[in-house]
């Protein structure tokens, strides 16, 4: 899952945030010294990675993908799982959503210091040009894919996923919907993080 489904699993505090988000910056980052928050958060992150790697309703929404495309499949996934976590959010949380955001933005300011300097960078960018509520529109998802394709190294069809994306908005939401809760169900009885999840 992309950054804000992963905060919304998280716990509220600095650690978890951090913890919650340094599973996508982990290489090369020790984990000696960081807090056991932050330790129980990575902990969580990868919990929800792998059981969402291996769900059946995400591994058909990768099949809806034309093959030459499905190499960044996974990226344009998770941009739209949290863009229909956004069209959805009274269904899963009692928390309005731009409560939550500056909740969640607050805490990340806060944990800044704990950051490796890429997740440091990132979450700076994030904060400032407030990602998550341009993602509440699909054509802040349709940016942000383009934003990422112009910053890969070679040629490639990235920024195409998009039109999958639009032509198949339909399956991509009725996938979320039945896996979303789910997921929800499995980080909560696993509590990694020792407290329930807010459903």
Same mark, same amino acid.
């Given at each position: 899952?992309?950054?804000?489904?992963?905060?919304?699993?998280? &716990?509220?505090?600095?650690?978890?945030?951090?913890?919650?988000?340094?599973?996508?910056?982990?290489?090369? #980052?020790?984990?000696?010294?960081?807090?056991?928050?932050?330790?129980?958060?990575?902990?969580?992150?990868?919990? #929800?990675?792998?059981?969402?790697? %291996?769900?059946?309703?995400?591994?058909? +929404?990768?099949?809806?993908?034309?093959?030459?495309?499905?190499?960044?499949?996974?990226?344009?996934?998770?941009?739209?799982?949290?863009?229909?976590?956004?069209?959805?959010?009274?269904?899963?949380?009692?928390?309005?959503?731009?409560?939550?955001?500056?909740?969640?933005?607050?805490?990340?300011?806060?944990?800044?210091?704990?950051?490796?300097? +890429?997740?440091?960078?990132? #979450?700076?960018?994030?904060?400032?040009?407030d990602w998550f509520n341009s993602? %509440?529109?699909?054509?802040?998802? +349709?940016?942000?894919?383009?934003?990422? *394709?112009?910053?890969?190294?070679f040629t490639n069809q990235f920024? &195409?996923?998009?039109?999958?994306?639009? *032509?198949?908005?339909? *399956?991509?939401?009725?996938?979320?919907?039945?896996?979303?809760?789910?997921?929800? &169900?499995?980080? +909560?009885?696993?509590?990694?993080?020792q407290k329930s999840v807010e459903?």
């Open positions: 899952m992309n950054y804000l489904a992963h905060l919304f699993l998280a &716990q509220p505090t600095a650690q978890s945030h951090c913890g919650n988000l340094l599973g996508d910056f982990r290489k090369g #980052v020790s984990l000696n010294g960081l807090p056991d928050g932050v330790r129980n958060g990575l902990s969580n992150h990868y919990l #929800v990675d792998k059981f969402t790697d %291996a769900h059946e309703q995400v591994k058909h +929404a990768k099949l809806l993908f034309a093959p030459q495309h499905r190499r960044f499949a996974p990226v344009a996934l998770d941009m739209m799982f949290d863009h229909l976590l956004i069209k959805h959010w009274c269904c899963y949380s009692n928390t309005p959503f731009t409560q939550f955001c500056q909740r969640s933005y607050g805490l990340l300011n806060e944990a800044r210091p704990l950051m490796p300097l +890429a997740m440091y960078k990132t #979450v700076s960018h994030m904060i400032e040009n993602y %509440a529109k699909f054509d802040g998802i +349709a940016y942000a894919i383009s934003r990422v *394709a112009n910053r890969i190294r920024a &195409q996923s998009v039109t999958t994306l639009e *032509a198949n908005y339909a *399956a991509f939401e009725h996938h979320f919907n039945v896996f979303f809760p789910q997921l929800i &169900q499995h980080v +909560a009885h696993h509590g990694i993080e459903y």
